[in-house]
């Protein structure tokens, strides 16, 4: 069995995937500073999911409580436990949140994940797996998003540290030779998912009769991801280590290309579905109408997004397949399980 760390583990994707590795019988160690971004009480639960799966199976698990930024705690971490795959899933997230504390962005995933680098070279791991995002491709107008086009333009301070993500990850994987995979998410929802993103904002507003906010008029797009579709790509890419990609220096422009062992992939469903569509299949599950209020775009916003997987599916083999539908049914079913009793 390989050692996985795992940074954000009692994030959203990475408790989903540090509970998958576990059912898979792998070691894992999961960090996570817990800060108060949304609940902590939300990151907490998560947890005990976790360890409650973890004494099911007898697995060989541990939880530290850690900050990115601390370098002489994360480097004892690495030296104790001398894992052999990390997966960098921590940040600081939120496309709105970055217009208000700009700072905490720089803090957590570029100074953050440069302490990862550096623990990731001196400690001679086998493979690094790291969170980027859809939002790297900014303004782009081109449909779907494909990791050839050009990503110059981002619109969000979270954006551009995660395409900064996607630069230092290359520069390391080329200077000290170690494989490293980014891993662009388009909208990633499901059971125990972000309250500050649209699915748990809807559902909660419908639930409790409050009005909805619906920006750009409803005029919007999305590439709607379920988590379970995530989480197999996530982990098929951990066993797989980037390898360079150059087939001749003519193509050393295209984005998704380096001479490096560092590859660059999306996951995303493939498919777009209008925000009034998925509203409607909410309001259906949820046996409820939105109280609809139409709000102008919001700064850092995009109108639409919708990913070109066809990478990622040469690569690992990547089907998603849960649809819209059944996604939504599987998020409802836990949030009336879980906000049930709060």
Wanted: proline fraction near 4%; hydrophobic fraction near 35%.
């Amino acid at each position: 069995m390989e050692r996985f760390l795992v940074t954000g583990g009692a994030g959203f994707i990475g408790a989903a995937v540090v509970k998958e590795l576990l059912k898979r019988r792998h070691n894992v160690i999961n960090i996570d500073n817990l800060n108060n971004y949304y609940s902590i009480q939300l990151k907490k639960d998560r947890l005990k999911d976790i360890e409650k799966v973890s004494n099911d199976l007898k697995t060989n698990y541990e939880f530290i409580n850690l900050n990115l930024q601390d370098k002489k705690e994360l480097n004892k971490v690495f030296s104790k436990n001398k894992p052999t795959i990390v997966l960098n899933l921590a940040a600081q997230a939120g496309v709105r949140y970055s217009i208000e504390n700009p700072y905490s962005y720089i803090e957590s995933n570029i100074s953050g994940f440069l302490n990862v680098l550096e623990a990731c070279r001196n400690n001679k791991i086998k493979n690094l797996v790291y969170a980027s995002s859809s939002s790297v491709y900014g303004v782009n107008s081109k449909l779907p998003f494909s990791e050839v086009d050009p990503v110059n333009n981002q619109i969000s301070l979270y954006a551009a540290t995660k395409r900064s993500n996607e630069l230092m990850a290359n520069t390391y994987s080329h200077l000290y030779d170690f494989p490293a995979t980014g891993l662009r998410f388009f909208t990633v929802y499901g059971p125990w998912g972000r309250p500050d993103m649209a699915p748990m904002i809807f559902a909660k507003a419908i639930l409790k009769g409050e009005s909805l906010n619906i920006y750009n008029k409803g005029n919007m797009r999305r590439d709607f991801t379920y988590i379970d579709d995530v989480v197999d790509a996530v982990i098929k890419c951990a066993f797989k280590a980037a390898t360079p990609n150059i087939p001749n220096k003519d193509q050393i422009e295209n984005p998704s290309h380096s001479y490096s062992p560092h590859r660059i992939f999306n996951i995303g469903k493939g498919e777009q579905i209008e925000l009034e569509d998925f509203i409607q299949i909410l309001e259906k599950k949820l046996g409820k109408k939105a109280k609809k209020i139409l709000m102008p775009m919001q700064s850092g916003d995009v109108k639409e997004t919708l990913s070109d997987c066809k990478a990622l599916q040469e690569w690992i083999n990547y089907r998603p397949t849960t649809s819209v539908e059944t996604g939504v049914t599987k998020f409802i079913d836990w949030f009336k399980e879980y906000y049930g009793n709060k």
